[in-house]
């Protein structure tokens, strides 16, 4: 291996203007990867670009919704136009909303499984025909542990995080004749990000309780006693991205802090 487990790879990175996904791409670039950004923020993803670019590895930013297809081919082709193949996807596009089950609206339910999981399977789709060709590349998924055990309020988002896990054990057996590894990340919270910052907002109203305790409730639950962070999902996310993971697919690691096993 070289020294940088991910020298001069091509990564697409979906959501990676902020949290989860853009700490994923600044890393992988430097561990020596060319990332594309893809996001529906565009604008968001460029800064996540201009860093990349600081760090002496190429980049570009590309405007996209995952939930439509056309966008994800347009992605995929100008990626492989520009860099000539594609080796690694990183699904991070994601949304959530906490709603105790009557008050979930058809509209909320159709966003999170259009956005969390059509369009995880949609980017899985289309990539999968470069990886094919090439004979090899790496794609891996954001779930979750709610992809893991259902959640308080959580009925939208835990089926699509629970149906990414589905996804990727049964594209796993698609692809493993490819040389083409799948498997998903299930991150504990991860309290630095956009995400949370709703969710303090949203479960400080359904607890009772101010913001800055909503965190420490769940912290509590967490074995190892403090929060997941954005580095302890990318460090996982480098090593299914290189090489060391050549002999695993179809895996939904947890990165919780011992609060999921199974
Ligand atoms: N924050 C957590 O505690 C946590 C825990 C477990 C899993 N996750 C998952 O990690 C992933 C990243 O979440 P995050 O916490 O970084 O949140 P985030 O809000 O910072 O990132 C999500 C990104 O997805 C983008 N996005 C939303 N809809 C999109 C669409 N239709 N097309 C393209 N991009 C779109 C947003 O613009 C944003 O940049 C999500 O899939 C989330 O479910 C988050």
Partial sequence: ?????LKDKIAIITGSASGIGQGIAIRYAREGAHVACGDLNVEGAQKTVDEIKTIGRES???RLDVTKSADVEAMARSVFERFGRIDILVNSAG????NFITEVSESTW??????DLKGTFLCMREIAKYMIQQKSGKIISISSKSGKKGG?????YCS???GIVGLTQSVALDLAPYKVNVNAICPGNVFS?????????????KLGVPPDQVRKMYIEKVPLGR???VDDVANVAVFLASSYSDYLTGQAINVTGGQEVH
């Avoid at 990000?193 to 109203?205: C, G, H, I, Q, R």
């Fill in 193 to 205: 990000t956009p995400m949370w910052d709703l969710l303090d907002v949203e479960y400080s109203k």
């Fill in 110 to 115: 159709d966003a999170i499984i259009a956005v």
């Fill in 60 to 62: 570009m930013a590309v």
């Fill in 95 to 98: 949304v959530i909303s906490a």
């Fill in 1 to 5: 291996m070289d020294v940088l487990p």
């Fill in 160 to 162: 699509a995080k629970f």
């Fill in 227 to 229: 929060g997941c962070t």
């Fill in 152 to 156: 308080l309020w959580l009925a939208a």
